[in-house]
């Protein structure tokens, strides 16, 4: 949920301080919570460090493609600027979306369901905060354990259909997705960092500081660092693997492009 409020800086002060308690008066329990959710969240951090599972994944099902339908796409309807995909173009880009990405997703797994194991057994004063990391973690976790669609047997009945109707195994697949994916309601309150999917990390961070001692604080920017962009370098070894398995489907037009001067060091 986006929120687009504005409010003058004094009342946006006021409600802040009143949402955030002084940290001598932090209970226990919230300290001890909080310090064990980032520490949970820097060891997930440095478990997929590098993806390397998560690449070898992904040229995984790249061989499968080539080997089971290369160019299954090359003669798919392209749509222009401006103009509607149909209802079934949609549903098998989703399916891709969730198949290709979700390849990297299913390598992580066990690294994932063990990092929501640790976060359901914790618990602070805040409910929405609770609520949130909850959700966040078992999402994740399930998101995961999606079993891989068959895209070829999905995209061959796509094709043969004349790009007019999706497999039931598509409707069946994408009907999971959307079920995981109503998992986390973020729920924003008008003081709080605008949150969507794409940049919770944001409202985390604000809702765990309170909570936050001097050496959680100092965790805390390395647990919850700023979500990373499309275009930071360090995406670029995931994009060119996705990429060649859109290349090896023949779906030239949907290939993600690595970031420019993606060859820059990250340091």
């Given at each position: 949920m986006r929120v687009t409020l504005r409010l003058a800086p004094l009342f946006i002060a006021a409600i802040v301080c009143s949402a955030t308690p002084a940290l001598g008066s932090v209970r226990a329990s919230d300290a001890k919570a909080t310090h064990a959710y980032l520490?949970?969240?820097?060891?997930?951090?440095r478990a997929t460090a590098g993806g390397p599972a998560e690449l070898k994944a992904i040229e995984t099902l790249e061989a499968q493609v080539k080997e089971g339908c290369p160019g299954v796409l090359a003669g798919?309807?392209?749509?222009?600027?401006?103009e509607k995909p149909s209802q079934s173009q949609l549903e098998v880009s989703e399916e891709l979306i969730g198949g290709v990405f979700g390849a990297g997703e299913r390598a992580e797994h066990p690294v994932l369901a063990r990092f929501a194991r640790v976060v359901r057994g914790l618990r602070w004063s805040n409910s929405k905060l609770t609520r949130l990391l909850h959700s966040l973690a078992k999402e994740a976790a399930e998101q995961s354990a999606i079993p891989p669609p068959d895209l070829c047997a999905d995209l061959k009945f796509w094709v043969a259909s004349g790009y007019a109707k999706v497999s039931a195994g598509t409707k069946q697949v994408l009907?999971?997705?959307r079920v995981v994916s109503s998992i986390t309601l973020i729920e924003s309150e008008p003081?709080?960092?605008?949150?969507?999917?794409?940049?919770?990390t944001k409202l985390v961070a604000y809702r765990l500081k309170p909570y936050e001692d001097q050496a959680d604080r100092r965790l805390a920017r390395k647990a919850l660092p700023p979500e990373i962009k499309i275009t930071d370098p360090r995406l670029r070894p995931f994009l060119e693997a996705v990429g060649k398995v859109y290349l090896a489907l023949g779906d030239t037009a949907s290939s993600p492009s690595p970031p420019?001067?993606?060859g820059a060091s990250s340091g």
């Open positions: 520490k949970a969240e820097l060891n997930e951090q798919a309807p392209r749509h222009t600027n401006g009907h999971r997705m003081h709080e960092p605008a949150a969507n999917f794409l940049n919770v420019a001067n993606a």
